[in-house]
C-alpha cells in the first residue's frame, strides 16, 4: 500500500509515462491545493511536465475523474481543493498493445 | 431525458443477429454445444439464455497482439458464434513471450492466420473471419458495421481513436486496453451504445471523453522500444475478454432506443481499471485500482452535443487520425559538422584518427546492459533531460552531466542513442547549456544510433 502522507499533504500518484518523468511512483505534496493549481504546481517541480504528460493525461481524486479547470480562471468558492489526506492520481493514456 | 431530432444510425446496430440476440432465440443446443459450454451455462446469471446470447453474437478483434490473442482465445472458448480478427502484420520471434496465440512453427504467417489456426484447435464451432489489414478510415466501418461488440487490442494512438470514433458513429459497444511495461488499462466504451449527440449526464463516454488529446510521439513508447511483460499484457487481454462475455450474455451491446426507460443496471459508472506491475518489489501488493470515470462529455468531438463527425467525413479523411496523433515537435536541425555517421565514427576510431572524446549512450540502462560501443558511458535520456531542466532552474553546473574524469573543457562529446533521434536532441541540449564553451568543444551526433551501427558496423551486435 501507499504509505499514508504526513499531516498536511496529499499523496500523488504518478502512473505509466507521468512515473517515467518524474522517476517516482507516488509523493506527497502539501494541502489544501485548488485543483486548478495543481498542473502548474508540477510543472514548478518538473519543468515540461505539462506539455509531455500532464495535457493529455486523466487526473483522478480518491479513485474518482476530476476536470482539471483551467488555472487562468479566477477564484471561485465551489470549485474543487485537494484536501489533506487525498489521494491524487495522474494518467497519461497507454497505447501500446 | 433529452429530445433529440436527429436522425440516428440505428440502421446498423439492428442487423437480424442483433434481434435474435437480444431475444435470445430459443433453439435447443447440439449435444457439442452442451457438453463445451456446460461449466460457464450453470454460472448464476449465464444459463442457456445467457450462452444462446453468446453463441448468436459477432464480435470484432481488432489486433491479434498482446492483448488480441489471449482476448480471442477466451471469446473463442466462451463459444461467441461469429468472431472477426482484424491485423496487418506477420509472426515474428520476438511477439512470442507474450502473444500465446501465434507458435514458433507459424512464424513469418500471418498473424491472423496464426490465431484463427490455433482458436480452431480451441473451438471448431465458431466462424472465423479473417481480415489480414490494417484498419484504416477507409475499411473501418465496412468491417465494424458487421459486428454486436469490438475489442480495441491495438497498438497505436491513432487507430484507436480511430476504432472510437466508430463505434460512436456505428453505436457499437468498444471493450478497450492497453498494456506497456509495466502497466495496463481497462475501460468499457460506449456501453450501453447510445445515438452521437444524446448528452444528459447519464450515457457511456467514448475514448475521447477519456483522452481528449492524444500524447505527443515523442513520449510515446511502442512494446518494440519500451518493452512489455507478457503477464502485464496478457491480464488486460483477458479482463477484456470477461468484459466482452458479460456484455453480450446480459445483452447490453443492444443499441439503447431514445424513448427506453434504462434498467437500473445499465447506469453503473464506467470504470477505468489500472493494472500496475512493480518489477523492483516482487512481495508487494497487487496493485490494481479502479477509478470511476465520468459520463459522456457534452463538448466532446465525437459524441458530444453537435459533432460534426460523420461516417462520410471519416472515409475521405476527415478527421486525419495520422496528423491528430503527430503533432510536430521541435526537431533538431543540426549542421552537418555536428553529425558523423556511425560507419564514419567506427572508422576514424579504427585508424586512430578520432581525439580522445567522451561518448555518450542516452538509451535506457536495460538497452544499454545488453551492449554497447567500447568505452560509451550511459546516461538514460529521461535522466539527462531532467537533470539539464534542473541545471537550468540554477541547481548544479552543466558539468555534472559528463562523466567525472572528463573535466577537459575541450574534450569533444559525441552522443549516441537507439534510433538517432534522442541524440540529437542531447547535443542541443548539452549546447544550450554552454557545454561546447563556445565552440571549443565539439559535441556531435551519431547519425541513426545504434540501429545503423548495427546494420552498417557490427551485424553482430545485439540491438533490440
Known amino acids: 500500500m501507499t504509505p499514508k502522507p504526513p499531516k498536511g499533504h496529499f499523496n500523488i500518484l504518478y502512473f505509466a509515462s507521468a512515473g517515467s518523468y518524474t522517476s517516482k511512483n507516488v509523493e506527497a505534496l502539501p494541502a489544501p491545493l485548488p485543483l486548478r493549481k495543481l498542473f502548474s504546481t508540477l510543472e514548478e517541480r518538473y519543468q515540461g511536465i505539462r506539455a509531455s504528460v500532464l495535457d493529455h493525461s486523466l487526473v483522478t481524486i480518491n479513485l474518482a475523474y476530476a476536470d482539471v479547470p483551467d488555472d487562468k480562471a479566477p477564484e471561485d468558492k465551489d470549485e474543487i481543493v485537494i484536501q489533506e489526506g487525498d489521494e491524487v492520481a495522474i494518467i497519461p493514456p497507454v497505447s501500446s498493445g | ?464
Open chain 2, 1 to 464: 431525458m433529452e429530445e433529440d431530432t436527429r436522425d440516428h444510425p440505428f440502421a446498423y446496430g439492428t442487423a437480424a443477429s442483433t434481434l435474435a440476440a437480444r431475444n435470445g432465440s430459443s433453439r435447443r443446443l447440439t449435444d457439442d454445444e452442451f457438453d463445451r459450454y456446460s461449466r460457464q451455462m450453470i454460472v448464476p446469471g449465464m444459463g442457456k439464455e445467457g450462452q444462446l446470447r453468446l453463441i448468436n453474437s459477432r464480435v470484432l478483434i481488432i489486433g491479434a497482439g498482446g492483448l488480441g490473442c489471449p482476448a480471442a482465445q477466451y471469446i473463442a472458448g466462451a463459444g461467441i458464434g461469429t468472431i472477426g480478427i482484424v491485423d496487418g502484420d506477420v509472426v515474428e520471434t520476438s511477439n512470442l513471450h507474450r502473444q500465446i496465440g501465434h507458435a514458433t512453427s507459424r512464424i513469418g504467417m500471418t498473424k491472423v492466420d496464426s490465431l484463427i489456426t490455433h482458436l480452431r484447435g480451441l473451438n471448431p464451432l465458431p466462424t472465423y473471419i479473417s481480415y489480414p489489414t490494417h484498419l484504416t478510415p477507409q475499411n473501418a466501418a465496412d468491417i465494424i458495421s458487421q459486428y454486436d461488440l469490438v475489442m480495441d487490442c491495438t497498438d497505436n494512438p491513432a487507430t484507436r481513436y480511430l476504432i472510437s470514433d466508430m463505434c460512436v458513429l456505428l453505436c457499437k459497444p468498444l471493450v478497450s486496453a492497453a498494456s506497456v511495461q509495466k502497466s495496463g488499462q481497462l475501460i468499457v466504451l460506449n456501453c450501453p451504445p447510445t445515438a452521437q449527440g444524446l448528452v444528459d449526464g447519464k450515457y457511456a463516454p467514448c475514448y475521447r471523453c477519456c483522452f481528449r488529446k492524444p500524447p505527443p510521439p515523442s513520449s510515446m513508447v511502442s512494446c518494440g522500444e519500451a518493452g512489455i511483460m507478457g503477464p502485464v499484457v496478457g491480464m488486460m487481454g483477458v479482463a477484456q475478454a470477461g468484459e466482452a462475455i458479460k456484455i453480450l450474455a446480459s445483452a447490453l451491446h443492444i443499441p439503447r432506443q431514445v424513448t427506453e426507460d434504462v434498467p437500473e443496471t445499465n447506469l453503473q459508472q464506467p470504470t477505468l481499471l489500472i493494472y500496475t506491475y512493480d518489477l523492483e518489489s516482487a512481495v508487494g501488493p497487487y496493485s490494481f485500482r479502479a477509478l470511476k470515470m465520468g459520463g459522456r462529455r457534452k463538448s466532446c468531438f465525437a459524441c458530444g452535443a453537435g459533432s460534426t463527425l460523420t461516417l462520410e467525413g471519416v472515409k475521405a479523411g476527415n478527421p486525419n487520425y495520422e496528423q491528430f496523433c503527430s503533432i510536430p515537435t521541435s526537431k533538431a536541425n543540426l549542421p552537418p559538422e555536428e553529425r558523423i555517421t556511425a560507419a564514419a565514427y567506427h572508422a576514424a576510431k579504427e585508424k586512430g584518427e578520432l581525439p580522445e572524446h567522451i561518448l555518450l549512450d542516452t538509451r535506457e540502462k536495460e538497452h544499454f546492459s545488453l551492449g554497447s560501443i567500447e568505452g560509451a558511458v550511459n546516461v538514460p535520456f529521461g535522466k539527462l533531460l531532467m537533470k539539464a531542466a534542473s541545471i537550468k532552474r540554477g541547481g548544479g553546473s552543466s558539468t555534472d552531466l559528463l562523466p567525472i574524469e572528463s573535466s577537459k573543457p575541450d574534450t569533444p562529446i559525441f552522443v549516441v542513442c537507439r534510433t538517432g533521434l534522442d541524440s540529437q536532441e542531447t547535443v542541443e541540449t548539452l549546447k544550450e547549456l554552454g557545454l561546447d564553451n563556445g565552440g571549443k568543444r565539439k559535441i556531435v551526433d551519431v547519425v541513426g544510433g545504434m540501429r545503423a551501427w548495427k546494420q552498417d558496423v557490427d551485424p553482430s551486435f545485439p540491438f533490440i
